[in-house]
């Protein structure tokens, strides 16, 4: 409901959740609150950074009978709406994008998945026949090792994540960059079990169309859902028009949230991608086996995340790397 209230973006929403649960209050005790109340649970409404938002929306959103129809349909087609404060809110979200994380998830398909977590496998649109086959044996192997495979249901690397995950009869999680009342099946998924082995996310409003804006917005949600972030193939951060690639933008926005990025040897690909050569430069991890993913991802599950990005600012933890941490990581 607050995420169709004018002047309400993400950080009004998570201030206004802060404060409810500080005064064990809920979003439904909102609409029975009286204006004083209200200023005084959250006196920087409507003032600085939050001057666009105003309660006084809250009447007419409670008594708009078309958003309420609006939310029945969803549900009635299977769609399940995800507020911040719901239990199955993927907690790595809240700690990876802190207050940008999204205040709404639209999820479709099958709902474990979300609490799954995984890794993310994303790569240029643009792809040769080969870099796709690799691809798709990256996908296979974390699948068949039980690790749900993300990505961003874009063609090219992203399509062939999911379908390499699909085949070894595994999980994947597809994030869009557009309203999920525009979800259509790629005819390569169309055969395979993806009804109940996939789940469609998206933080966008159900009619909302793609862009490229949201495409970049789309990747950063890849990154916070993932344990670790794949790159298979990037171009340079800019090319020649001073176009932003999205691939290389991720691994920038993963590297930054402290979430480790895996980058595929430019040794094994032709020609070689500038891109993978700068992410490693920037701290990308540098790998030729999926195994080693695989070894790192069980790693992960096992004990606390430990920040292996060679440049990342997090701060690092004091836990001894195991023997093929100190050669994959350190070499």
Same mark, same amino acid.
């Given at each position: 409901?607050?995420?169709?209230?004018?002047?309400?973006?993400?950080?009004?929403?998570?201030?206004?959740?802060?404060?409810l649960k500080i005064n064990?209050?809920?979003?439904?005790?909102?609409?029975?609150?009286?204006?004083?109340?209200?200023?005084?649970?959250?006196?920087?409404?409507?003032?600085?950074?939050?001057?666009?938002?105003?309660?006084?929306?809250?009447?007419?959103?409670d008594s708009d009978d078309?958003?309420?129809?609006?939310?029945?349909?969803?549900?009635?087609?299977?769609?399940?709406?995800?507020?911040?404060?719901?239990?199955?809110?993927?907690?790595?979200?809240?700690?990876?994008?802190?207050?940008?994380?999204?205040?709404?998830?639209?999820?479709?398909?099958?709902?474990?998945?979300?609490?799954?977590?995984?890794?993310?496998?994303?790569?240029?649109?643009?792809?040769?026949?080969?870099?796709i086959t690799i691809t798709?044996?990256?996908?296979?192997?974390?699948?068949?090792?039980?690790?749900?495979?993300?990505?961003?249901?874009?063609?090219?690397?992203?399509?062939?994540?999911?379908?390499?995950?699909?085949?070894?009869?595994?999980?994947?999680?597809?994030?869009?960059?557009?309203?999920?009342?525009?979800?259509?099946?790629?005819?390569?998924?169309?055969?395979?079990?993806?009804?109940?082995?996939?789940?469609?996310?998206?933080?966008?409003?159900?009619?909302?169309?793609?862009?490229?804006?949201?495409?970049?917005?789309?990747?950063?949600?890849?990154?916070?859902?993932?344990?670790?972030?794949?790159?298979?193939? %990037?171009?340079? #951060?800019?090319? =020649?028009?001073?176009?932003? &690639?999205? @691939?290389?933008?991720?691994? +920038?926005? !993963?590297?930054?949230?402290?979430?480790?990025?895996?980058?595929?040897?430019?040794?094994?690909?032709?020609?070689?991608?500038?891109?993978?050569?700068?992410?490693?430069?920037?701290?990308?991890?540098?790998?030729?086996?999926?195994?080693?993913?695989?070894?790192?991802?069980?790693?992960? %599950?096992?004990? #606390?995340?430990? =920040?292996?990005?060679?440049? &990342?600012? @997090?701060?690092?933890?004091? +836990?001894? !790397?195991?023997?093929?941490?100190?050669?994959?990581?350190?070499?």
């Amino acid at each position: 409901m607050l995420a169709n209230a004018p002047g309400f973006g993400a950080k009004t929403i998570h201030y206004i959740y802060k404060n409810l649960k500080i005064n064990n209050l809920s979003v439904n005790d909102l609409f029975d609150l009286e204006p004083d109340e209200l200023s005084r649970l959250f006196p920087e409404i409507g003032r600085g950074k939050f001057a666009k938002a105003s309660f006084s929306c809250f009447l007419k959103l409670d008594s708009d009978d078309r958003l309420y129809s609006s939310f029945e349909k969803l549900k009635s087609d299977g769609i399940t709406i995800i507020g911040l404060d719901d239990d199955i809110y993927p907690k790595c979200v809240l700690q990876n994008m802190a207050d940008n994380a999204p205040s709404v998830l639209y999820c479709k398909g099958y709902l474990p998945i979300l609490s799954k977590g995984g890794l993310s496998i994303v790569g240029a649109r643009n792809v040769s026949n080969s870099e796709i086959t690799i691809t798709k044996r990256i996908a296979h192997e974390f699948a068949e090792n039980g690790i749900n495979v993300i990505s961003g249901y874009a063609k090219g690397v992203d399509t062939s994540a999911h379908l390499g995950a699909l085949e070894a009869n595994g999980t994947t999680t597809m994030i869009l960059s557009f309203g999920i009342n525009y979800i259509t099946i790629k005819r390569e998924l169309e055969d395979l079990n993806w009804e109940k082995k996939s789940l469609f996310v998206t933080q966008f409003t159900p009619y909302e169309k793609f862009s490229g804006k949201n495409a970049m917005i789309r990747n950063k949600l890849v990154c916070a859902m993932s344990k670790a972030v794949v790159v298979i193939k %990037s171009n340079p #951060e800019k090319d =020649n028009l001073g176009k932003m &690639s999205g @691939t290389f933008d991720a691994a +920038k926005s !993963a590297i930054k949230m402290g979430v480790p990025v895996f980058v595929l040897s430019p040794k094994l690909l032709q020609p070689t991608p500038q891109g993978n050569l700068d992410l490693i430069k920037l701290g990308g991890i540098e790998f030729t086996d999926a195994i080693d993913v695989v070894k790192f991802f069980e790693e992960y %599950s096992e004990h #606390e995340p430990v =920040n292996v990005n060679s440049q &990342s600012d @997090t701060k690092p933890t004091s +836990k001894t !790397a195991k023997p093929y941490q100190t050669s994959l990581f350190n070499s």
